[in-house]
């Protein structure tokens, strides 16, 4: 289950060896130099790696996607929303490739699109028709954009009038 | 339960059937939420901007709520207590969490390392559900979770678990010396808030800019500092030079991030074709108007993809850049006391109080900045206080 690609292994002992034949190895390495904020708290062991108890290990029973760059699930993740569909593929491929990559962000962008269709879909067939109006919160904007609101009905109204004279007049010319 | 399911762009609707969440974790406490907000940064993922936003997520990463089951591991909260619940999902335990960076946790988030888990934000963010419901999962329970004083109005608490120590941090990142000028960019409520939070840190001039009047009118008088609207301006870099004598400020504060108006290409680019991380229109403002030597602090969100940043500025001026997502539970003992002896008022921000029930207008009202919404505050009908 860990997507341990060959990664490079950390060296067990990278600063043991000990620098001390350079001349001046160290003398200004005084952390209260150090202004990176918040200070960080190093111990000699945080260099090597996980060396910090972990927390219980939660139980994977729905499929989780990790980053590439983890060699590891964290101990704790959300199970919400598992990878389905077409969509889902899509976000697996995507996990393929790490997080520097465009090929990781920009199909799961077209992946959250794709989504939403099959959320629609989802919905009717179930049944449920999804309520725009509602969705869109355009009763706020009835009630506090009023003038916004009455232009965007009536722009619509306008497109919707115009295609429909557009099909009829088709409709006519094809009849003649 | 009802909860918060969002269905795409623009569109979200309240469910009324949501599962009730279950302890997955023995660190687990499920708690029912008393208070959520709507924030900045969940317009991020309502505009449909933030990868990996699956649709059926519920949202919501400032909330407080009342414990009404705890894990097997768990054993500093217990049922009943009331907690604000900040919006890291940190560990306590791994690497980033020991040098109180909670949210940089590594053992809360599969889907990616750059950032922790963050309740209800995208599964970039972990794939957690967010407390715009009635009962919300929330791992790691006796790590983040701070009991609400007996004394503390549950709508000041409820801006602690981000509003106000997001606001703060960015004050504090900006390493303000005393009788600096501080400028914000953005005044939504995080703006806000790191504008009052500059004069803590000895601020002797704070400046913030934005385009909407209702809002620098409001942090005028809420931050007492100086606000000026960007559109009347043929160009606010060369404002904010004149305005400090052609030096720059000393502290520039990015507290927009990926939606910034103001740079039409920065703004197509960045939020209509989405070929990179956001529209950086309101870091390039800082980066160009800080002083040379300055620092640049940013809390607003970007996307993970690249940016086009003035980085060539940034070497030339010897800027330090630093940014985070706020260490809430770092920042939490402070800000209570900060709360307790009336230096800040965060509930003052608060100007819509909404039914769960109404979330979708909740955000489109917030989204379209309709009747002069600064801060939205979603209560259950399930909530006793
Ligand atoms: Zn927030
Ligand atoms: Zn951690």
Redesign the pocket.
């Known amino acids: 289950m860990e997507n341990n690609n060959n990664l490079p292994a950390v060296p067990s002992n990278a600063l043991s060896e000990g620098y001390s034949h350079i001349k001046g190895w160290g003398i200004d390495a005084d952390l209260k130099n150090d202004p990176t904020y918040p200070i960080k708290r190093r111990t000699d062991e945080e260099r090597f790696g996980y060396t910090w108890e972990r927390p219980a290990q939660q139980a994977r029973d729905v499929e989780i996607l990790t980053s590439t760059e983890r060699n590891n699930l964290p101990a704790v993740f959300g199970t919400t929303l598992p990878p389905s569909g077409l969509s889902g593929a899509i976000r697996r491929f995507a996990f393929k490739y790490s997080e520097s990559d465009y090929a990781h962000w920009l199909p799961l962008m077209l992946a959250d699109r794709v989504g939403v269709a099959e959320g629609i879909i989802s919905d009717l067939s179930r049944g449920h028709i999804p309520d725009y109006f509602n969705e869109r919160g355009w009763g706020a904007e009835m009630e506090y954009n009023r003038k916004n609101f009455l232009l965007k009905v009536a722009a619509g109204a306008a497109v919707a009038t115009a295609i429909t004279a557009l099909l009829i007049y088709r409709k006519r010319q094809k009849n003649q | 339960m009802l909860a918060m399911n969002y269905r795409g762009p623009y569109r979200v609707r309240v469910d009324r059937d949501a599962p009730i969440p279950e302890i997955e974790h023995p660190e687990d406490a499920i708690v029912r939420v008393l208070r959520s907000c709507i924030?900045?940064?969940?317009l991020h993922l309502y505009h449909g901007l933030v990868p990996d936003t699956r649709v059926g997520s519920t949202f919501g990463?400032?909330f407080i709520g009342e414990v009404v089951e705890t894990g097997s591991s768990v054993h500093k909260l217990k049922v009943g207590d009331r907690v604000m619940v900040p919006?890291n999902i940190a560990c306590g335990k791994c690497a980033f969490c020991r040098q109180e960076l909670y949210g940089n946790c590594h053992e809360s988030n599969a889907q990616a390392t750059a950032v922790g888990g963050i309740f209800g934000y995208s599964h970039t963010a972990g794939g957690y559900n967010g407390g715009q419901a009635e009962f919300v999962r929330v791992p790691y329970a006796d790590v983040g979770p701070t009991v609400i004083p007996e004394w503390m109005d549950p709508d000041d608490a409820v801006l602690l678990t981000?509003?106000v120590p997001?606001g703060y941090q960015a004050a504090e990142m900006g390493g303000i010396l005393p009788g600096d000028t501080v400028v914000v960019f953005g005044a939504g409520p995080i703006g806000i808030m790191a504008a009052k939070s500059a004069w803590l840190f000895g601020a002797g001039r704070v400046i913030v800019i934005d385009n909407l009047d209702y809002r620098l009118e409001f942090v005028q008088k809420f931050a007492q500092c100086e606000a000026y609207n960007f559109s009347f301006m043929e160009d606010p870099v060369e404002f904010l030079k004149k305005a400090t004598d052609s030096l720059g400020a000393d502290v520039c504060i990015d507290a927009v991030g990926c939606e910034a108006t103001g740079n039409t290409l920065n703004y197509i680019m960045g939020t209509k074709l989405m070929l990179q991380g956001g529209s950086t229109t309101a870091l390039h403002w800082a980066i160009n108007s800080v002083k040379k030597g300055g620092i640049v602090s940013i809390v607003g969100v970007y996307g993970p993809i690249d940016a086009l940043v003035p980085i060539g500025n940034v070497v030339n001026k010897g800027i330090t850049i630093r940014a985070n997502q706020a260490s809430v539970k770092r920042l939490l003992p402070r800000l209570i006391e900060h709360v307790k002896n009336g230096v800040i008022n965060p509930k003052e921000i608060i100007t819509h109080r909404i039914p769960l029930e109404e979330a979708a207008e909740g955000y489109h009202i917030f989204s379209s900045k309709l009747d002069s919404c600064i801060k939205t505050v979603l209560i259950p009908p399930s909530a006793t206080i």
């Open positions: 924030c900045g940064s969940d990463h400032e919006f981000d509003v997001t």
